[in-house]
């Protein structure tokens, strides 16, 4: 992406807008290259993303190229229209400025837009015939190796956040490690004595059958239900997929009272198995039962109890 970036800054210094010649795709993501429309605008950029994504949830990764700061920042974008939103992870937005704090912070003024996208990496440009160096803010040159590993780590990041968020089943990236519902819990039965719950807890067979996975009631379906190999209590285990956090919740929780009223067990506990603990659920957690856990599955499908 250096080449392209390098040529991307030189038209910039012009009032050419065409962009056809420019890649389409990086990394199996796609790429969107902007100079304006009509006429020049003030901050070119390029945008790094998933189509799906973008529209759906506003994020991406971008360069944005601020012609009179004449500072390319590197950052975790959010759509203007997504502000505000649920976007990037609290790691993301605890742990970078956002533009407006970068160009305070750096006495260049106010940014003209875009100032709640995340900063991710900051580079001065400088131009001699028709070459473009990259340096960083303390002016080392940035090579073109560093340049496009420094893009790839964003993309990393962007990969991970999109694979855990995405909702519409019917994209690309749907299919991707961390939205694959049944091998999710496939991974789950076919592994269970390798898991943490495993060895705590018993699957169920019914003359001989496995009745544990997507046991069945009058009101939905299971997606695990075990037994606790101390107590025998029954275990209603829900994976958070492409729902929020309170229908996980509302779900598992109303699961346990089938289970406590038709199976006559007062004491069932229930598990959420989700691929990120967030804040609505450590707030619904506050009133849930006693017995409920959180389990994290990362991207070698292994279980890590959360612990608070």
Avoid at 143 to 165: G, T
Avoid at 202 to 228: C, F, M, P, R, V
Avoid at 253 to 279: C, F, P, Q, S
Wanted: charged share 25%; proline share 2%; hydrophobic share 35%.
């Amino acid at each position: 992406m250096f080449n392209s970036i390098s040529k991307f800054i030189l038209q910039s210094q012009t009032a050419e807008l065409k962009t056809s010649f420019y890649p389409k795709e990086y990394l199996d993501l796609d790429v969107k290259f902007s100079f304006g429309m009509g006429t020049p605008a003030k901050i070119s950029w390029v945008s790094i993303h998933n189509n799906d994504i973008r529209n759906t949830k506003g994020i991406n990764c971008v360069y944005l190229y601020y012609k009179e700061q004449n500072v390319l920042i590197l950052a975790y974008g959010i759509m203007e229209a997504f502000v505000g939103g649920d976007t990037w992870s609290n790691e993301v937005s605890e742990g970078n400025p956002t533009i407006t704090q970068f160009f305070d912070s750096n006495a260049f003024g106010k940014p003209y837009r875009y100032g709640d996208s995340f900063v991710y990496k900051a580079y001065k440009p400088e131009i001699e015939n028709e070459t473009v160096t990259f340096k960083n803010l303390k002016g080392n040159n940035v090579s073109s190796k560093q340049f496009d590993k420094e893009l790839n780590y964003l993309v990393e990041i962007y990969a991970k956040v999109i694979n855990l968020e995405i909702r519409d089943e019917e994209s690309s990236y749907s299919k991707g490690l961390f939205y694959m519902e049944k091998q999710l819990e496939d991974f789950i039965i076919n592994n269970w004595d390798n898991t943490e719950l495993g060895k705590k807890y018993d699957l169920i067979y019914e003359n001989g059958d496995l009745i544990s996975k997507q046991y069945k009631t009058d009101i939905g379906i299971i997606d695990i239900l075990a037994k606790d190999k101390a107590t025998k209590n029954y275990v209603v285990i829900e994976l958070k997929r492409d729902q929020s956090s309170d229908d996980t919740f509302g779900q598992l929780t109303r699961y346990m009272g089938w289970v406590k009223r038709h199976l006559k067990d007062e004491n069932v506990k229930g598990i959420i198995i989700a691929g990120r603990y967030d804040k609505k659920l450590d707030y619904a957690l506050e009133y849930a039962p006693n017995d409920t856990e959180v389990f994290i599955y990362n991207v070698s499908f292994t279980l890590n109890e959360f612990k608070k």
